[in-house]
């Protein structure tokens, strides 16, 4: 199985940075993609950020120019740092993966981190 970790939530006034990061662990053969994902209560989650394995980006509308996904493959590790934090992206943040595996037959599989909660004050 893959074990996603999620790190460096927190709280912080509009304007402000934050940098998540999401380490995966596991008995892993290669990584598809890695993505952010993120939810706000009473609302859809939403993806924020992927970044596939030949190093593609791409970004939702709301975060474009101020968030920046990035992978350091040596760690197995994907990063997203959100600048000029405005309150409407508090939410909770999760990162997404898809992995091969021994346990996945050579298939692509998506696996979930647990979240982390991100606040921007006004």
């Known amino acids: 199985q893959v074990q996603l970790v999620e790190s460096g939530g927190g709280l912080v006034q509009a304007g402000g940075s934050l940098r998540l990061s999401c380490a995966a662990s596991?008995?892993?053969?290669?990584?598809?993609?890695m993505n952010w994902y993120r939810q706000a209560p009473g609302k859809q989650r939403e993806l924020v950020a992927t970044i596939i394995s030949g190093g593609s980006t791409d970004y939702a509308d709301s975060v474009k120019g101020r968030f920046t996904i990035s992978r350091d493959n040596a760690r197995n590790t994907v990063y997203l740092q959100m600048n000029s934090l405005k309150p409407e992206d508090t939410a909770v943040y999760y990162c997404?993966?898809?992995?091969?595996?021994?346990?996945?037959?050579?298939?692509?599989?998506?696996?979930w981190g647990q979240g982390t909660q991100v606040t921007v004050s006004s």
């Open positions: 596991g008995s892993i053969f290669s990584i598809n993609a």
């Open positions: 997404n993966g898809f992995f091969i595996t021994a346990q996945t037959m050579g298939v692509p599989r998506s696996y």
